[in-house]
């Protein structure tokens, strides 16, 4: 079990940067608030450490305009720090992003010295987005799952009943079936095998079993990252 794991962990922190074709995004937008400051993407290079790499940076111009190119290989999540914000969105290869910036908002002096201070975290919107738009997607989605979510995390010190657990995840599952975009399908997987783990349907021996072993190595999935780290965060100890 060990050796897996190792190798498990070997190949998802070695793959993140394995490239499957060149390409690039365009971002840009209009925030009149962030006028004159500088913004900053980035990635997160490490799923397990948390550490994070800088990808492309521009400043915004007096009136509020922004714009940059990217390099982008694969499907990722990318994220930025405007003031007390942690804001991301989901980009592909080839696509443009007009991104929709919240009214800016410096941190506090309280904020700066709170050792634990969190940022609020939020999904971007996007002025040009369409129905089938990955992050409209992924939007749609987490206002489905978090309410099941919630009742599962709620009732974890119950009697699990398994049965429901498979009717919440199928009736989940009925309006996103239709869409077959590869990050999306996995992405809803991997919140599933979250769910299952919960509701304690699945020990860690079977979860690791049938989401990681003999499975695609999803380096860049945020779902499947969430997962894998909660199956195997106590191994971790060890290196």
């Given at each position: 079990m060990m050796l897996r794991i190792v190798?498990?962990?070997?190949?998802?922190m070695a793959g993140i940067y394995l490239a499957d074709g060149a390409g690039e995004i365009t971002i840009r937008g209009k925030a009149p608030s962030y006028g004159g400051k500088q913004l900053t993407f980035y990635q997160t290079a490490d799923w397990i450490t948390g550490s994070e790499e800088a990808v492309g940076n521009c400043m915004v111009s007096d009136s509020g305009d922004f714009y940059l190119t990217i390099p982008l290989e694969k499907t990722v999540q990318l994220h930025l720090y405007p003031g007390i914000y942690l804001a991301y969105f989901f980009a592909e290869p080839g696509k443009t992003y007009e991104l929709i910036l919240p009214e800016y908002r410096e941190k506090s002096a309280e904020d700066l010295l709170n050792p634990y201070f969190e940022p609020v975290e939020i999904h971007l919107g996007l002025a040009n987005f369409s129905s089938t738009d990955l992050n409209m997607l992924i939007m749609m989605f987490d206002?489905?799952?978090?309410?099941?979510?919630?009742?599962h995390v709620n009732s974890i010190y119950l009697k699990p009943d398994f049965e429901k657990l498979a009717e919440d995840i199928a009736q989940m599952?009925?309006?996103?079936a239709e869409y077959d975009h590869a990050y999306f399908r996995n992405y809803?997987?991997?919140h599933y095998g979250v769910l299952k783990m919960l509701a304690n349907q699945q020990r860690v021996q079977s979860i690791?079993?049938?989401?990681?072993?003999?499975?695609p190595v999803l380096y860049n999935n945020v779902a499947y990252a969430d997962l894998f780290n909660q199956v195997f965060h106590k191994y971790f100890v060890f290196f």
């Open positions: 190798l498990v962990v070997g190949f998802f206002d489905t799952f978090i309410p099941y979510y919630d009742k599952e009925k309006p996103f809803r997987k991997y690791s079993d049938e989401y990681f072993n003999n499975q």
